[in-house]
């Protein structure tokens, strides 16, 4: 890929606070196009990060471009071309909605007043706060701020939405409403954002990377990530004596390893294998050599994001430790 | 739906980025709001109401207006401006701002300046309009020229207590330290003021300056000219400050 298909591109980027490292060494690339998202567990420095993109704070080491221009020395430029919705959205309380989105438009835009007004107009559509668009704020209910929030960062049609943890905070309609509001800016912007909720990234990202006590664990597509890191494995179901079936099995070339269960009358494998072609072949005619084993259920094993996120968190645990 | 391309982009830049949308809200926070005439309405009574103490001694009474209009809208100037950077600082919305394409030094000039404007007309020359409208009735013998030059110096020793707030709100995230220096200059400036080799040598003496202008005594012009430096040192440092400032 080439450098100017990274709308986000840190070199070793990093930043401590006196003695406190919140960010270190951090190597993030992140695709134009893609919905990117930042995981990690609370402090893990997914906000100090943001903030550093944006101007806010200042790296102590190492670099980044976003959208091809450093974040240091030409942040003015960045920050005409992004749109940004912080984690805690606060707007001036005393303006409503529509003037909230006037005032953000005033900063990119002098006119014409009638186009503004309309991608105001569309904007409020957008994240369906038409009905409210005249009232103050101040009576806003968190899921409202937060959709006011993503409206006033797209004001400036922005090549990349930087979201701070959107749908934290927010009860199940306003998370789905968030999230869906996300779905329907991708064709518009790249969109990199920040999480906790492993639920949402598995629905909407593209990329996701993990940040663990301010050290990136793990980046990559999210398909790559659920296939997990001991590579491609299969769920076996089985009932019988599956004694012999597994000697002959650990015997294969292509079975890099077999973890094994025991539930009631039935045996759980799951099977690692290192060469998927054959064993798409050959792993239910290998077992099924044995006739004293039925098999009960057999699939892909899918890894769900939290097993992943959690699995790769406790590794960096104890490799910190 | 229009494209971007369709747009008049703002074209501000280096320190004036974002400052014409910034000064436009801070502006209209003040004087598209019920706050001025508020605080128009409630410092005009206030101060007549002590200046009327001197019904009977009209002279007496422009004193006790020249006192009153240094120490009370003081404290209301104090309370407010702390509120201007403070409070966006903490809540986020600052963050916010400058997320946007805004330079940090219009962020605080579009601070300073409408508020100073705000203060001023509200606190002290509507009240002192009014005031003078009063005492003149009362039979006191004001110029009004020299009167309205008069309020100069008092809008001028507001300034000094909203930008040295302000500055010190650029520093600190909690009201205590904002507020403690500007109220002691507040309560203490008014004594200070009449000292007779102290006075004249800090913005505690403008109040002095005010009062020499009606009575026609001579009073040095040290406290103008010292406050319209510290002024412009004020702004300055609070420019330097948030730009340094981490979110």
Same mark, same amino acid.
């Given at each position: 890929?080439?450098?100017?298909?990274?709308?986000? +591109?840190? @070199?070793?980027?990093?930043?401590?606070?006196?003695?406190?490292?919140?960010? !270190?060494?951090?190597?993030?690339?992140?695709?134009?196009?893609?919905?990117?998202?930042?995981?990690?567990? !609370?402090?893990?420095?997914?906000?100090?990060?943001?903030?550093?993109?944006?101007?806010?704070?200042?790296?102590? $080491?190492?670099?980044?471009?976003?959208?091809?221009? !450093?974040?240091?020395?030409?942040?003015?430029?960045?920050?005409?071309?992004?749109?940004?919705? *912080?984690?805690?959205?606060?707007?001036?309380?005393?303006?409503?909605?529509?003037?909230?989105?006037?005032? &953000?438009?005033?900063?990119?835009?002098?006119?014409?007043?009638?186009?503004?007004?309309?991608?105001?107009?569309?904007?409020?559509?957008?994240?369906?706060?038409?009905?409210?668009?005249?009232?103050?704020? %101040?009576?806003?209910?968190?899921?409202?701020?937060?959709?006011?929030?993503?409206?006033?960062?797209?004001?400036?049609?922005?090549?990349?939405?930087?979201?701070?943890?959107?749908?934290?905070?927010?009860?199940?309609?306003?998370?789905?409403?968030?999230?869906?509001?996300? %779905?329907?800016?991708?064709?518009?912007?790249?969109?990199?954002?920040?999480?906790?909720?492993?639920? @949402?990234?598995?629905?909407?990202?593209?990329?996701?990377?993990?940040?663990?006590?301010?050290?990136?664990?793990?980046? *990559?597509?999210?398909?790559?990530?659920?296939?997990?890191? %001991?590579?491609?494995?299969? #769920?076996?179901?089985?009932? /019988?004596?599956?004694?012999? *079936?597994?000697?002959?099995?650990?015997?294969?070339?292509?079975?890099?390893?077999?973890?094994?269960?025991?539930?009631?009358?039935?045996?759980?494998?799951?099977?690692?294998?290192?060469?998927?072609?054959? &064993?798409?072949?050959?792993?239910?005619?290998? #077992?099924?050599?044995?006739?004293?084993?039925?098999?009960?259920?057999?699939?892909?094993?899918?890894?769900?994001?939290?097993?992943?996120?959690?699995?790769?968190?406790?590794? @960096?645990?104890?490799?910190?430790? | 739906?229009?494209?971007?391309?369709?747009?008049?982009?703002?074209?501000?830049?280096? =320190?004036?980025?974002?400052?014409?949308?910034?000064?436009?809200? %801070?502006?209209?926070?003040?004087? /598209?709001?019920?706050?001025?005439? +508020? +605080?128009?309405?409630?410092?005009?009574?206030?101060?007549?109401?002590?200046?009327?103490?001197?019904?009977?001694?009209?002279?007496?009474?422009?004193?006790?207006?020249? $006192?009153?209009?240094?120490?009370?809208? /003081?404290?209301?100037?104090?309370?407010?401006?702390?509120?201007?950077?403070?409070?966006?600082?903490?809540?986020?919305?600052?963050?916010?701002?400058?997320?946007?394409?805004?330079?940090?030094?219009?962020?605080?000039?579009?601070?300073?300046?409408?508020?100073?404007?705000?203060?001023?007309?509200?606190?002290?020359?509507?009240?002192?309009?009014?005031?003078?409208?009063? *005492?003149?009735?009362?039979?006191?013998?004001?110029?009004?020229?020299?009167?309205?030059?008069?309020?100069?110096?008092?809008?001028?020793?507001?300034?000094?207590?909203? =930008?040295?707030?302000?500055?010190?709100?650029?520093?600190? !995230?909690?009201?205590?330290?904002?507020?403690?220096?500007?109220?002691?200059?507040?309560?203490?400036?008014?004594?200070?003021?009449?000292?007779?080799?102290?006075?004249?040598? /800090?913005?505690?003496?403008?109040?002095?300056?005010?009062?020499? $202008?009606?009575?026609?005594? $001579?009073?040095?012009?040290?406290?103008?000219?010292?406050?319209?430096?510290?002024?412009?040192?004020?702004?300055?440092?609070?420019?330097?400050?948030?730009?340094?400032?981490?979110?």
């Amino acid at each position: 890929m080439s450098l100017e298909s990274y709308v986000i +591109q840190t @070199d070793g980027l990093g930043k401590a606070y006196g003695e406190v490292r919140a960010l !270190n060494n951090l190597d993030l690339k992140v695709p134009r196009n893609s919905i990117f998202a930042f995981l990690g567990p !609370n402090g893990a420095g997914k906000t100090t990060t943001i903030k550093l993109l944006l101007g806010l704070a200042r790296p102590t $080491m190492g670099t980044a471009t976003v959208l091809g221009r !450093n974040i240091v020395t030409d942040n003015d430029e960045i920050r005409r071309n992004v749109g940004y919705l *912080a984690q805690q959205p606060t707007f001036y309380k005393e303006l409503s909605a529509r003037e909230t989105l006037r005032f &953000a438009a005033g900063l990119f835009f002098k006119g014409p007043k009638d186009l503004i007004e309309e991608r105001i107009e569309y904007l409020l559509e957008v994240v369906g706060l038409e009905d409210k668009a005249d009232r103050p704020i %101040e009576g806003f209910s968190g899921g409202e701020i937060q959709r006011l929030g993503i409206a006033q960062a797209q004001v400036n049609f922005p090549e990349l939405l930087i979201l701070d943890e959107p749908a934290a905070g927010l009860d199940p309609e306003g998370r789905e409403q968030v999230l869906k509001i996300m %779905e329907s800016l991708r064709a518009e912007s790249t969109i990199f954002y920040s999480t906790h909720i492993l639920d @949402d990234v598995q629905r909407v990202s593209d990329r996701v990377a993990i940040l663990n006590k301010g050290n990136l664990i793990a980046q *990559a597509p999210i398909e790559e990530l659920l296939v997990g890191s %001991e590579g491609v494995a299969y #769920v076996l179901v089985l009932e /019988g004596d599956t004694q012999k *079936a597994y000697s002959t099995l650990s015997a294969e070339k292509w079975v890099s390893s077999i973890t094994e269960r025991r539930e009631k009358e039935q045996t759980h494998w799951v099977v690692t294998v290192v060469d998927t072609a054959i &064993a798409k072949k050959r792993l239910l005619r290998t #077992v099924l050599q044995d006739d004293k084993v039925d098999i009960v259920d057999f699939g892909l094993k899918q890894y769900e994001l939290e097993e992943i996120f959690m699995r790769l968190v406790e590794e @960096d645990d104890t490799n910190v430790q | 739906m229009s494209s971007k391309t369709a747009f008049k982009t703002v074209t501000e830049t280096g =320190w004036r980025m974002g400052f014409s949308a910034l000064f436009g809200k %801070e502006l209209k926070t003040w004087f /598209g709001t019920n706050a001025w005439w +508020q +605080q128009a309405l409630l410092w005009s009574l206030i101060l007549v109401l002590f200046g009327s103490v001197g019904i009977g001694d009209p002279e007496a009474g422009v004193f006790i207006f020249y $006192m009153m209009a240094m120490i009370f809208p /003081g404290i209301a100037v104090i309370i407010i401006s702390q509120e201007r950077i403070l409070e966006e600082k903490r809540s986020g919305s600052a963050a916010w701002v400058l997320s946007k394409p805004v330079s940090r030094t219009a962020f605080i000039i579009a601070k300073l300046v409408p508020s100073a404007l705000g203060f001023c007309l509200s606190m002290i020359f509507i009240p002192g309009i009014i005031f003078y409208v009063v *005492a003149t009735m009362m039979g006191a013998t004001l110029l009004f020229v020299t009167f309205i030059i008069s309020l100069f110096p008092l809008m001028l020793w507001q300034l000094f207590l909203s =930008w040295l707030t302000m500055c010190l709100a650029t520093f600190f !995230n909690k009201e205590g330290p904002v507020m403690a220096v500007p109220f002691p200059f507040l309560f203490i400036g008014p004594s200070l003021a009449q000292h007779p080799i102290y006075g004249p040598l /800090g913005p505690w003496g403008l109040i002095m300056s005010s009062i020499s $202008m009606t009575t026609g005594d $001579m009073y040095p012009v040290y406290p103008i000219i010292i406050t319209l430096v510290i002024l412009l040192v004020l702004a300055v440092v609070a420019v330097i400050r948030f730009r340094i400032h981490e979110f």
